[in-house]
């Protein structure tokens, strides 16, 4: 019996399209949705009742090292622009910034071995949210598997997400673009990312979502909003140094090897 095919969503970050994307796939296609939030790609069964949808935005440095041996994997790895995702709020911390510029361009690094691989696919938040059906239709062109039972653009219509997906999301409604760009009206905070890694303004450019970093001189006279994202406020690894900070990573890797180990033997005896 044929495996069932699992689509894992990623993000250049989190707050870059993943929740709107996942549940745009498990509402408006033929999905087992598995899962009710985010889950570990290392989570999954061996052995689902038909295709599935899973998300976790941070797990594309796993899916680059999966993707080669688990042929019924597949990825769609969401893109955002830089801006937008650092000044983005989560829907559960109304006020405060989620995470920050270093974030993205450690994804941006991990997925360009991966760009032109035949399992993922690239999906900008941009181009989905202005033109739903026509994203639907790249996706459902990459995962021939895939069978259509809703329009993107019906999504608010059809679809049942769970509470804290919602909050996510800041509530169920039409998609729209009103997000898009959302950093012209929060330049301080772009003013403290900018004072913080100065290279962000050549990597807006090189992403391709500003054709000069003159874009960044809109900047020079607003006073930097150093607030403290959410993700950095949490980090367990802030405060550790030396010896401590190596157990810590150590600590964590093992906790992701034995996972990893787990998906394997479950994927061989699947």
């Not at 745009?24 to 939030?37: E, R, V």
């Not at 995702?85 to 360009?112: K, M, T």
């Amino acid at each position: 019996m044929q495996r069932s095919k699992c689509i894992h969503v990623v993000g250049s970050s989190p707050r870059s399209g993943t929740t709107l994307a996942f549940e745009l796939l498990t509402s408006c296609f033929d999905i087992a949705k598995f899962g009710d939030h985010e889950i570990s790609l290392f989570e999954r069964p061996s052995q689902p009742l038909g295709n599935y949808v899973s998300k976790q935005p941070m797990d594309l440095v796993h899916v680059r090292r999966v993707i080669n041996w688990d042929r019924n994997l597949h990825c769609i790895f969401m893109d955002r622009d830089p801006r937008d995702i650092v000044v983005s709020q989560h829907g559960s911390r109304p006020g405060e910034y989620w995470c920050d510029f270093p974030v993205w361009e450690r994804n941006q690094q991990l997925i360009a071995s991966l760009r032109d691989h035949p399992r993922v696919h690239i999906c900008r938040y941009e181009d989905l949210v202005s033109d739903p059906n026509a994203a639907q239709a790249r996706i459902a062109a990459a995962f021939p598997f895939l069978k259509r039972t809703h329009d993107f653009v019906d999504f608010e219509k059809v679809s049942q997400s769970s509470q804290t997906a919602q909050l996510a999301l800041k509530g169920v409604r039409q998609i729209s673009t009103d997000s898009v760009n959302s950093w012209l009206r929060n330049l301080p905070r772009i003013a403290a990312q900018l004072r913080a890694h100065p290279h962000m303004a050549q990597a807006v450019v090189a992403s391709g979502y500003a054709d000069s970093a003159d874009w960044a001189d809109i900047c020079k006279d607003i006073a930097p909003d150093d607030t403290e994202s959410v993700r950095a406020r949490h980090d367990a690894l802030r405060d550790k140094q030396g010896m401590a900070r190596l157990i810590a990573r150590l600590h964590r890797r093992a906790g992701s090897l034995s996972q990893e180990t787990g998906y394997v033997l479950r994927s061989l005896v699947g």
